[in-house]
């Protein structure tokens, strides 16, 4: 059994910050391409930063330089800080991640945080 916890949404001005956490619990072997996606009513969703195996980051064009994801590995966490806020970032946010469990180490599973919402003022 695994979960996705997510954390840190809520509702801010223009140009105000908040950091979102996804914490992995249960039986993890490893985890792999960990990442987080965003869904804006009216819209697909579409993903906004994320690790790749190799420990590579990757951004949207639209958050680049303003959005940051890292993690620690040791927690099993990952986290996005977000600045410099634009109302067109408003969303549902959601942590994504590919995980090896130790019952089932043979393959790999999708799993999804529950989303956490943002709400960016004007």
């Known amino acids: 059994q695994v979960q996705l916890g997510e954390s840190g949404g809520g509702l801010v001005q223009t140009g105000g910050s908040l950091r979102l956490s996804c914490a992995a619990s249960?039986?993890?072997?490893?985890?792999?391409?960990m990442g987080w996606y965003r869904q804006a009513p009216g819209k697909q969703r579409e993903l906004v930063a994320g690790?790749?195996?190799?420990?590579?980051?990757n951004y949207a064009d639209s958050v680049k330089g303003r959005f940051t994801i890292y993690r620690d590995n040791a927690k099993n966490t990952v986290y996005l800080q977000m600045n410099s806020l634009k109302p067109e970032d408003t969303a549902v946010y959601y942590c994504?991640?590919?995980?090896?469990?130790?019952?089932?180490?043979?393959?790999?599973?999708?799993?999804w945080g529950q989303g956490t919402q943002v709400t960016v003022s004007s």
């Open positions: 994504n991640a590919r995980i090896v469990t130790r019952e089932i180490y043979w393959r790999a599973d999708d799993y």
């Open positions: 690790f790749t195996s190799g420990g590579s980051t």
């Open positions: 249960g039986s993890i072997l490893s985890i792999n391409n």
